[in-house]
């Protein structure tokens, strides 16, 4: 319990801080519009752009709505944290993102053949790892697509928890000396 109190508490604090909250609503519809593009690229063969929003269906909608909303929430909680002074922690949404963005690209692009191929010439012995590399990827998107939403979500919660901890309510060293001159 004292977790749900301490995450919402920490979100209320973002939430009232008017531009904190516009740039986290502006992040989380940006997001999920680029991740509407993107998902889709495991149908279209990596390509990216207005002939992959026409494959989008509801699963890849739900998840870009997902991986968005909660990017935002980080953006907006990350704003938040830095107008405050308080330090930040942005590696689980980069690795998100990051995860998120690139599952669907790696997929059924011309990218992985590619690097493979290099690889190849240079030590012969992975050249049949690439198909190989993009079959799993293909089979596991869910599964990855999973992670990078943990992983957004465990930045959110850790924002959460620095934004309500009283650490994060006196500016740092840095601003305190700002402050005194």
């Known amino acids: 319990m004292n977790?749900?109190?301490?995450l919402r508490?920490?979100?209320?604090?973002a939430w009232r801080d008017r531009f904190a909250r516009r740039v986290g609503l502006a992040a989380a519809v940006l997001f999920t519009l680029a991740y509407?593009?993107?998902l889709p690229a495991s149908m279209t063969n990596g390509a990216v752009g207005w002939?992959?929003?026409?494959?989008?269906?509801?699963?890849?909608?739900?998840?870009?709505?997902a991986l968005g909303i909660s990017m935002g929430g980080v953006t907006g909680s990350v704003t938040a944290l830095i107008r405050r002074g308080a330090k930040t922690r942005t590696a689980g949404a980069?690795?998100?993102?990051?995860?998120?963005?690139l599952t669907p690209l790696l997929c059924c692009g011309p990218l992985i053949p590619i690097i493979f191929g290099f690889l190849a010439g240079l030590i012969p012995a992975i050249g049949?790892?690439?198909?190989?590399?993009?079959?799993?990827?293909?089979?596991?998107?869910?599964e990855l697509l999973s992670v990078a939403l943990a992983l957004i979500?465990?930045?959110?919660?850790?924002?959460?928890?620095?934004l309500a901890s009283p650490a994060a309510c006196r500016p740092s060293r840095r601003h305190r000396q700002r402050l005194e001159a």
Do not use: C, D, K, P
Request: positive net charge; hydrophobic residues 55%; glycine residues 16%.
């Open 36 to 38: 509407a593009f993107v």
């Open 51 to 65: 002939v992959s929003l026409r494959l989008i269906n509801w699963q890849l909608a739900l998840w870009a709505l």
């Open 94 to 101: 980069g690795g998100g993102v990051l995860i998120g963005a």
């Open 128 to 142: 049949g790892i690439g198909g190989w590399t993009q079959g799993f990827i293909a089979t596991h998107e869910t």
């Open 9 to 13: 508490t920490g979100l209320g604090l």
């Open 153 to 162: 979500l465990l930045s959110l919660v850790q924002n959460a928890r620095r």
């Open 3 to 6: 977790f749900l109190r301490t």
